[in-house]
């Protein structure tokens, strides 16, 4: 069996740390080990219309933005095809296909579902195709025969609900799917990256974020900024690290080499974590470290951002490009789809054939 990945994300803004340690990372090094087919990122503008569906600029002005953070993160478009997924129309129609395997009860009890509703304030009035849209994103990783789907551990739900309906496609209709499995960022923290102000995660919406596209003194002034123990109030006071929204990015981004160019006086991260709970370290300087730390991590992405922004009209083609290759393989899926449903009338010899010698 071949090795397809898949995974994607919304164009309702800028990607942030979250989405980097979340998935993009993973993304860069699937792509660039090379273990694998084919594989695709998706811009997911139809899925994230469910719930912008009163402000479709919102979706049109970010298209663009997503495919720079996917460029400067290190995606390469003759490793990776990028498209998007309106503009592929078999996956609407994959869609209505597979509603008819799932019940309205399924589709609420998805806890992904569930908490998003809540965040959304939905409760009371939900939308349809909010609704539906873990059958939307079966299609998306079905249509392209994805077995492999690097995702946040907020989406392990989705995937269980795509396996479902690809098991049930295959019970009625013969084998067609293959079942898909998440890839999980490795680390607990990096699964679900907190946000500069605390909150169990870094959302656009909350605006507690860090972009990737965020210069230099937008990173300075959100990391001062960032929640830390609210009982060390003194230098001297012991602090603590649990909970310590600028020591929990320092798990995911320090290295040991940046202790001996920025913070010498201390040996490594577990070094500084000592000193700072038994007291004598103050926040300023912890957060001054974290943002040399960023710092070097977001250069690059910022620069290759900043070339792929004056040759614009290079980074609208390799978006073009991808989305035909990506409506050629959904043509050919869906081909095979409708002749496993006994619905490719016009193509099906043997029913041309049975037609004629019934009414002849």
Same mark, same amino acid.
């Given at each position: 069996?071949?090795?397809?990945?898949?995974?994607?994300?919304?164009?309702? !803004?800028?990607?942030?740390?979250?989405?980097?340690?979340?998935?993009?990372?993973?993304?860069?090094?699937?792509?660039?080990?090379?273990?694998?087919?084919?594989?695709?990122?998706?811009?997911?503008? $139809?899925?994230? *219309?469910?719930?912008?569906? %009163?402000?479709?600029?919102?979706?049109?002005?970010?298209?663009? #933005?997503?495919?720079?953070?996917?460029? $400067?993160?290190?995606?390469?478009?003759?490793?990776?095809?990028? =498209?998007?997924? $309106?503009?592929?129309?078999?996956?609407?129609?994959?869609?209505?296909?597979?509603?008819? *395997?799932?019940?309205?009860?399924?589709?609420?009890?998805?806890?992904?579902?569930?908490?998003?509703?809540?965040?959304?304030?939905?409760?009371?009035?939900?939308?349809?195709?909010?609704?539906?849209?873990?059958?939307?994103?079966?299609?998306?990783?079905?249509? =392209?025969?994805?077995?492999?789907?690097?995702?946040?551990?907020?989406?392990?739900?989705? *995937?269980?609900?795509?396996?479902?309906?690809?098991?049930?496609?295959?019970?009625?209709? !013969?084998?067609?799917?293959?079942?898909?499995?998440?890839?999980?960022?490795?680390?607990?923290?990096?699964?679900?990256?907190?946000?500069?102000?605390?909150?169990?995660?870094?959302?656009?919406?909350?605006?507690?974020?860090?972009?990737?596209?965020?210069?230099?003194?937008?990173?300075?002034?959100?990391?001062?900024?960032?929640?830390?123990?609210?009982?060390?109030?003194?230098?001297?006071?012991?602090?603590?690290?649990?909970?310590?929204?600028?020591?929990?990015?320092?798990?995911?981004?320090?290295?040991? %080499?940046?202790?001996?160019?920025?913070?010498?006086?201390?040996?490594?991260?577990?070094?500084?974590?000592?000193?700072? $709970?038994?007291?004598?370290?103050?926040?300023?300087?912890?957060?001054?470290?974290?943002?040399?730390? *960023?710092?070097?991590?977001?250069?690059?992405?910022?620069?290759?951002?900043?070339?792929?922004?004056?040759?614009?009209?290079?980074?609208?083609?390799?978006? #073009? #490009?991808?989305?035909?290759?990506?409506?050629?393989?959904?043509?050919?899926?869906?081909?095979?789809?409708?002749?496993?449903?006994?619905? %490719?009338?016009?193509?099906?010899?043997?029913?041309?054939?049975?037609?004629?010698?019934?009414?002849?």
């Amino acid at each position: 069996m071949k090795d397809i990945i898949l995974t994607g994300d919304r164009p309702t !803004g800028r990607l942030h740390l979250g989405h980097y340690v979340g998935s993009l990372k993973n993304r860069v090094l699937m792509q660039n080990e090379g273990e694998f087919d084919q594989m695709y990122i998706m811009i997911a503008d $139809s899925q994230a *219309l469910t719930d912008n569906f %009163d402000n479709p600029k919102k979706i049109r002005d970010n298209l663009i #933005e997503v495919i720079l953070d996917y460029l $400067s993160v290190g995606i390469d478009p003759a490793k990776t095809n990028i =498209f998007v997924q $309106s503009q592929v129309k078999e996956l609407a129609e994959l869609s209505f296909y597979f509603l008819n *395997l799932v019940t309205l009860s399924r589709l609420e009890r998805n806890p992904t579902v569930k908490n998003e509703i809540k965040q959304r304030g939905f409760e009371n009035s939900i939308p349809a195709g909010f609704l539906v849209y873990p059958v939307s994103q079966a299609a998306d990783i079905l249509l =392209f025969d994805a077995n492999i789907v690097p995702v946040g551990e907020d989406q392990e739900p989705m *995937l269980e609900q795509a396996r479902e309906i690809a098991r049930s496609f295959n019970n009625i209709y !013969g084998q067609t799917f293959v079942e898909p499995k998440a890839v999980l960022p490795e680390g607990k923290v990096a699964r679900r990256m907190p946000g500069i102000d605390g909150s169990a995660k870094m959302s656009k919406s909350l605006n507690n974020a860090i972009y990737l596209a965020d210069d230099k003194k937008t990173l300075k002034k959100k990391v001062m900024s960032m929640y830390t123990d609210p009982n060390h109030v003194n230098i001297e006071d012991p602090g603590q690290v649990e909970g310590n929204i600028v020591f929990t990015y320092l798990d995911v981004f320090a290295k040991d %080499d940046q202790f001996e160019r920025y913070l010498p006086e201390f040996k490594n991260l577990e070094d500084l974590k000592d000193h700072y $709970s038994n007291g004598g370290v103050g926040d300023v300087k912890v957060k001054k470290f974290l943002i040399k730390v *960023l710092e070097e991590e977001l250069a690059p992405i910022r620069e290759r951002r900043a070339n792929y922004e004056k040759n614009i009209d290079q980074v609208f083609t390799i978006l #073009e #490009e991808g989305t035909r290759k990506a409506q050629e393989v959904g043509r050919a899926k869906i081909e095979e789809v409708k002749k496993a449903m006994g619905i %490719d009338y016009f193509d099906d010899d043997n029913l041309k054939k049975l037609i004629q010698e019934k009414y002849n």
